[in-house]
């Protein structure tokens, strides 16, 4: 309420004033008219001064009827926090600083900022050629990453895979895929040996950079290289990367509406995790490799979430049917971790699968086969629908001691489908 | 709409046949006998349990045990440069608890104190600084629930279902609330004058650690919501999350979240380090690779049933339930389909998901004991909805690695026991 008082003391003020003047005036002894006008006078004064106090009471009601809206608004507000909503704000932004911190000495800043930028900027002076590289590599980097840089056991790979980019499994190394020389020599400066990062001098990190360059073909064996034609080698990949367009390519057409009901005719189980068995301890596959002996379900939009017994019509045709080479294509998915087929198809953990049906068995090109098909090899035994059919029912019942590590394709009908798919392949 | 499960007296009748021919194991004592848990004093009742300070900081009592970080050991050539899975199968809730939240190194988890750590900002600022951890402390803080995920999560699912469990396929996730100062405040100590225009600018910033593992951030990220975060969940990082102070980058792939954050270095153009181009980009078919994938788009699993959590109780009542997430922003919708995508019914939210948080759903059924093909749908505030593998497949082949958010689904048999497969 002190508000509405504060507007009450100037008003009284004006009254006292106004009455004071005009009694002080009316005692001396002028004439009758002089009194009259002052009597008028002060009629006035007196009808401005009821004026001045209405309006202070209107403005005296105002301020009370303010004063209570932000009452009521300051009420609210407490009880909007009790009840949580949101009052949240983020950490305010000042116009000036907070004055924290302390300014980085140039020495400090020489000892952590060496990030080396694409264009070359953040290299030191220095230099180092192939052989002192191929020396403190084979010192320090073999171990792990194998004498030429092909890589030991499940470490790195640092050279070769070239053109295998878009292969089915690409080979990614320093050469055939990173775009920029500085990504090389910035990460093995700042980040290698592995155990003992940060130990290499710059000329050792150059002569390293330059035998991993020699290793990948990129130069000669009497290269050098140095901060001075750092920015002239030409990496095979420098043009194989575009920056992310998920938002054109995926986004816009990912966001219709989906569908509810019906949105597919029938559903299959086309590939199992634990036929793979690479689940480690604490995983799902042991439960599930025990109790599955049934074939799975296959789900329809009209009966939904009904086993129906499975494409039990499917006739052994011999490949020609497009629909049966379809469904050995997506039963083939169970074997493509292992097997390429097709164009370009290499050897991979299995053979590559190309004309296979009629191939002599253990025959393909550059495969380490094991014993059981170099034996079969030998006696000149040749892939045919049925034996095919037995193997992938069960490879190890068929084939004792094959290298094949897989549990068997269980459902005929997708063996006959695959046999259907393969045949479609020539060699 | 939701599907609210209204337990019908046929369904209460299947569910107390199934009891009585012994489906269910462990489940109150059958009609008629009297249960002993019930009726007989029990030694817990009896005697006194264990006083305050027997563990000063306490862990999850024993018979948890089983749910903790699991790592697939073929993966990678040693577990200094590693990953490992957060349990997601077995939490519920959003909060990830630190002590099972999982964990990548690429040079190893290192110990480093409060007292040793030092921020340093340079590159183009006018004043280069360096902050000890008590400055950090000194300046506004905020409190986010964020999701932290690996870019390579689900990667091992791109050529087919391989690894049986929501832990291994989608465990590379934790939600945590942290506590920290906003990016652009220590940027703002420094002075962003010297560096010009900003349209253009990045910021690169690398760990305390041997790897290092610097990333770049454009510079309208590291303005926005980027946070340098010293608390988890209320508590001080843990080591294996960057202890005493890591970089939180909401809703971008989990390698950009520097742990023991040392530099931030303010460029006017990507370093290109080895994590942004050896690694952390996918090529495609045609061999070309696509770089600076730093969104993690709308993704969702059911954690319950699947393979580490198969259905033990019989027919009736079933809960299913999973998370959603998404780097665009809210989760706005999630839906679930028993039948492998022919059906869906609209899930319900746990609550309200913040952005660039977990969220968690719940479809509540009456299961009649048939098999399901269980996939879940996850939407965002952009209208984004989850895309299918095959729908991915044929965007990007299948040499990608990274980014894999497609529909999971898991086959549940007869018994419950349930599986990650593939469907056509």
């Known amino acids: 309420m002190s508000k509405s008082l504060n507007l009450f003391v100037p008003a009284i003020g004006v009254t006292t004033l106004a009455l004071g003047l005009a009694y002080g005036l009316s005692s001396r ?36 009827r303010l004063q209570a809206e932000r009452d009521q608004l300051e009420q609210l507000a407490a009880e909007a926090a009790m009840s949580g909503s949101d009052l949240t704000a983020p950490a305010p932004v000042i116009e000036g600083k907070y004055g924290l911190g302390r300014t980085a000495l140039p020495e400090e800043i020489a000892a952590w900022d060496v990030d080396v930028l694409p264009d070359g900027r953040g290299l030191p002076v220095g230099q180092g050629d192939v052989f002192t590289g191929e020396e403190v590599f084979v010192d320090q980097c073999a171990s792990c990453h194998g004498d ?193 087929v097709g164009e370009n198809a290499s050897n991979r953990t299995g053979p590559a699968l190309n004309g296979i049906l009629g191939h002599t068995i253990g025959a393909v090109d550059g495969f380490r086969y094991s014993d059981v098909f170099q034996e079969a090899n030998a006696a000149g035994e040749v892939w045919d629908a049925e034996n095919l059919a037995a193997f992938l029912a069960d490879p190890r019942g068929s084939m004792a001691g094959t290298k094949m590590s897989f549990r068997g394709v269980r459902d005929e009908a997708d063996i006959t489908a695959l046999i259907a798919y393969l045949q479609s392949f020539e060699e | 709409m939701d599907e609210i499960f209204k337990p019908s007296r046929r369904s209460f009748l299947r569910g107390s046949a199934a009891i009585a021919a012994g489906t269910v194991a462990g489940g109150a004592a059958a009609q008629g006998t009297p249960d002993p848990l019930i009726t007989e004093l029990q030694d817990w009742a009896s005697y006194t349990g264990v006083g305050v300070d027997e563990t000063p900081y306490g862990l999850p009592i024993r018979f948890e045990s089983d749910v903790v970080r699991r790592n697939v050991e073929w993966l990678t050539a040693s577990p200094i440069s590693s990953i490992n899975f957060t349990p997601i199968h077995a939490l519920d809730g959003t909060i990830t608890p630190q002590g099972c939240a999982f964990e990548r190194h690429h040079s190893g988890a290192i110990e480093l104190t409060k007292e040793d750590y030092r921020l340093m900002i340079n590159g183009l600022v006018d004043e280069p600084l360096v902050f000890t951890y008590a400055d950090l402390e000194r300046l506004p803080r905020e409190n986010h629930v964020y999701f932290c995920e690996c870019a390579a999560n689900t990667g091992m699912e791109w050529a087919g279902a391989q690894l049986n469990g929501a832990q291994f396929t989608h465990g590379m996730i934790h939600n945590m609330e942290y506590t920290g100062v906003p990016l652009r405040t220590l940027l703002n100590e420094a002075g962003l004058e010297a560096a010009g225009d900003l349209s253009d600018k990045w910021v690169y910033v690398e760990g305390a650690d041997a790897s290092s593992n610097g990333r770049s951030i454009p510079m309208e990220k590291a303005l926005d919501d980027v946070l340098v975060a010293f608390k988890a969940n209320g508590e001080a990082l843990r080591m294996e999350h960057g202890y005493p102070v890591r970089l939180v980058v909401p809703g971008w792939e989990g390698n950009m979240w520097v742990k023991w954050l040392r530099r931030v270095q303010v460029t006017d153009m990507a370093v290109e380090s080895r994590e942004e181009t050896s690694k952390y980009t996918d090529v495609y078919e045609n061999g070309i690779a696509r770089k600076w994938t730093w969104v993690m788009d709308a993704k969702s699993v059911i954690t319950s049933p699947s393979p580490q959590m198969p259905i033990t109780h019989g027919q009736g009542p079933l809960v299913i339930s999973g998370l959603a997430w998404s780097g665009h922003g809210q989760i706005t919708r999630v839906d679930v389909s028993k039948d492998g995508g022919i059906t869906w019914e609209t899930a319900r939210l746990g609550k309200q998901g913040d952005t660039k948080a977990l969220t968690r759903f719940y479809l509540d059924i009456n299961w009649d004991g048939s098999p399901m093909l269980l996939q879940s749908r996850a939407i965002d505030e952009t209208g984004y909805v989850q895309p299918t593998k095959d729908q991915l497949r044929e965007k990007r082949g299948e040499n990608a690695v990274y980014h894999n ?20």
């Open chain 2, 405 to 424: 958010n497609c529909i999971q689904t898991w086959f549940v048999n007869e018994e419950g026991i349930a599986e990650n497969v593939e469907v056509s």
């Open chain 1, 148 to 340: 030429f840089a092909e890589g030991v056991g499940n470490w790195p790979v640092l050279a070769g895979g070239f053109d295998t980019l878009a292969n089915e499994d690409p080979v990614k190394t320093v050469g055939s895929y990173w775009p920029h020389l500085s990504t090389a020599w910035d990460y093995i400066n700042r980040s290698m040996p592995f155990g003992a990062a940060g130990t290499l001098t710059p000329d050792e990190t150059y002569a390293i950079v330059a035998y991993i360059l020699y290793s990948n073909d990129l130069v000669d064996d009497d290269f050098v290289l140095s901060n001075e034609n750092f920015t002239e080698v030409e990496m095979y990949n420098s043009d194989g990367f575009v920056v992310d367009d998920r938002p054109e390519l995926e986004y816009a057409e990912w966001q219709a509406e989906p569908c509810m009901v019906n949105c597919k005719e029938t559903v299959e189980i086309t590939m199992r995790a634990t036929f793979l068995d690479v689940t480690p301890e604490g995983g799902g596959d042991s439960v599930m490799n025990d109790a599955t002996t049934s074939d799975s379900p296959v789900f329809s939009a009209s009966a939904s979430a009904e086993p129906t017994e499975e494409s039990a019509a499917v006739e052994e045709t011999g490949g020609v049917d497009p629909a049966l080479v379809a469904a050995g294509e997506s039963a083939f998915r169970q074997c493509k971790s292992c097997h390429q």
């Open chain 1, 29 to 64: 002894d002028y004439g009758a008219q002089t009194i009259e006008t002052l009597e008028t006078r002060v009629q006035q004064t007196e009808e401005n001064v009821a004026r001045a106090i209405a309006e202070a009471q209107a403005a005296a009601e105002e301020a009370a």
